[in-house]
T-cell receptor, first 109, second 113 residues
Framework: AQRVTQPEKLLSVFKGAPVELKCNYS??????LFWYVQYSRQRLQLLLR??SRESIKGFTADLNKGETSFHLKKPFAQEEDSAMYYC???????????FGAGTRLAVHP | SAVISQKPSRDICQRGTSLTIQCQVD?????MFWYRQQPGQSLTLIAT?????????ESGFVIDKFPISRPNLTFSTLTVSNMSPEDSSIYLC??????????FGSGTRLTVV
């Protein structure tokens, strides 16, 4: 069965420090991987997806099929990055999203 | 990307009653997805709604408890029936939005007392 694992419930860093939010998945086929972010009192929104290979708000994520990982990285965290981050997997097409448990990122001044 | 209007945004309901949540999309979409987010937890898919056919429910969710309507390609409703305090959650609808991934409604925060 498909599964997404985010091992950290909370990641606490200081402003300017590098950030890495871990995400591992299990799926035997070719997955689509996403990172979603939820800022306080806002709706869930797409941060980035692996097929677009974009950098959004300084965040990047590389799909590593060998390690079945899709870790989210940012070299210098900002206070406005404080939010809940969810890694999600889709098996393609119009298929559902399977979410990880989420990691709360807290960036301190 | 698609824009979703979801309502109500929140409600407090008595146990044993039902609540219907509506999602309106500003464009035609094939599939609409309904999720539940229990307090302090991640999102779990309840069902997938395809216009013109019965919704497909995930394991642990049944039509009698969560009936879904999908009358056209821009609208869907989810009803939470015979509610108990354990149904207190945030309920969200979502659509696949091409290059924008999946778009989510703002959610309905349900409290059952």
């Amino acid at each position: 069965a498909q599964r997404v694992t985010q091992p950290e419930k909370l990641l606490s860093v200081f402003k300017g420090a590098p950030v890495e939010l871990k995400c591992n998945y299990s799926y035997s086929g070719s997955p689509e991987l996403f990172w979603y972010v939820q800022y306080s009192r806002q709706r869930l929104q797409l941060l980035l997806r692996h097929i677009s290979r974009e950098s959004i708000k300084g965040f990047t994520a590389d799909l590593n099929k060998g390690e079945t990982s899709f870790h989210l990285k940012k070299p210098f965290a900002q206070e406005e990055d404080s939010a809940m981050y969810y890694c999600a997997l889709s098996t393609g097409g119009y298929n559902k999203l399977i979410f990880g448990a989420g990691t709360r990122l807290a960036v301190h001044p | 990307s698609a824009v979703i209007s979801q309502k109500p945004s929140r409600d407090i309901c008595q146990r044993g009653t039902s609540l219907t949540i509506q999602c309106q999309v500003d464009s035609q979409v094939t599939m609409m997805f309904w999720y539940r987010q229990q307090p302090g937890q991640s999102l779990t898919l309840i069902a997938t709604a395809n216009q013109g056919s019965e919704a497909t429910y995930e394991s642990g969710f049944v039509i009698d408890k969560f009936p879904i309507s999908r009358p056209n390609l821009t609208f869907s409703t989810l009803t939470v029936s015979n509610m108990s305090p354990e149904d207190s959650s945030i309920y969200l609808c979502s659509v696949e939005s091409g290059n924008y991934g999946y778009t989510f409604g703002s959610g309905t925060r349900l409290t059952v007392v």
